[in-house]
């Protein structure tokens, strides 16, 4: 595994990412929560609009997204940005998702569950490439759409040798994607194609 690369903004979460989402490596969940809310546990977007909110409190955070969702928007909430679609599919409420610990909880469950399923799918791809078509799912839906969120992950995450993984997948491969972040999102729009 690489190591955990500390990025600026996030170093006070750093020390969650494997106690409250432990399916996936650290660095991964990082370069995640850097690339989605830039270490902002308050941040909230609205998909409908556009808009992306900063508050300075919980409270104020929790009215914002209680507003938009009873006017029907998609927001994403918090550290991983989770949709809200989400909080009726896993019973729970948008306060909760304000919380550090239970968002990355929550964010590293749905890439693992975006893993399980690719691995399922296809289970001669390498984990790697397992990884990427997760990464993309948990930004757009589906395994292909979301090349321009993967090269942000890579270059947050900054690969070298590979690109961590999600651990209870216990899968090794002997095929390894080159992974600087072009040649990574290379092999990825490659495999897009077949």
Same mark, same amino acid.
């Given at each position: 595994?690489?190591?955990?690369?500390?990025?600026?903004?996030?170093?006070?979460?750093?020390?969650?990412?494997?106690?409250?989402?432990?399916?996936?490596?650290?660095? #991964? #969940?990082?370069?995640?929560?850097?690339?989605?809310?830039?270490?902002?546990?308050?941040?909230?977007?609205?998909?409908?609009?556009?808009?992306?909110? #900063?508050?300075?409190?919980?409270?104020?955070?929790?009215?914002?997204?209680?507003?938009?969702?009873?006017?029907?928007?998609?927001?994403?909430?918090?550290?991983?940005?989770?949709?809200?679609?989400?909080?009726?599919?896993?019973?729970?409420?948008?306060?909760?998702?304000?919380?550090?610990?239970?968002?990355?909880? #929550?964010?590293?469950?749905?890439?693992?569950?975006? &893993?399980?399923?690719?691995?399922?799918?296809?289970?001669?791809?390498?984990?790697?490439?397992?990884?990427?078509?997760?990464?993309?799912?948990?930004?757009?839906?589906?395994?292909?759409?979301?090349?321009? &969120?993967?090269?942000?992950?890579?270059?947050?995450?900054?690969?070298?040798?590979?690109?961590?993984?999600?651990?209870?997948?216990?899968?090794?491969?002997?095929?390894?994607?080159?992974?600087?972040?072009?040649?990574?999102?290379? &092999?990825?729009?490659?495999?897009?194609?077949?």
């Amino acid at each position: 595994m690489i190591p955990l690369i500390l990025l600026s903004g996030i170093i006070g979460f750093s020390s969650l990412y494997g106690t409250c989402g432990p399916e996936v490596h650290p660095a #991964t #969940t990082q370069a995640i929560v850097e690339v989605e809310s830039s270490g902002n546990p308050l941040a909230i977007h609205d998909n409908d609009t556009g808009a992306s909110y #900063t508050p300075s409190t919980r409270s104020q955070a929790v009215e914002i997204a209680t507003r938009l969702l009873a006017r029907r928007h998609s927001i994403d909430i918090g550290l991983m940005q989770i949709n809200s679609w989400h909080l009726r599919k896993r019973r729970i409420d948008c306060d909760s998702l304000f919380d550090p610990c239970f968002n990355i909880k #929550t964010g590293t469950e749905i890439l693992a569950a975006f &893993y399980r399923t690719h691995r399922q799918k296809n289970p001669s791809d390498p984990p790697d490439l397992t990884l990427l078509k997760s990464l993309s799912s948990y930004n757009t839906g589906t395994p292909y759409n979301g090349t321009r &969120y993967v090269t942000k992950i890579l270059k947050k995450a900054r690969t070298t040798q590979y690109i961590p993984t999600i651990k209870k997948a216990r899968l090794v491969s002997t095929r390894m994607i080159p992974c600087s972040p072009q040649n990574a999102i290379t &092999y990825y729009r490659k495999e897009k194609v077949k």
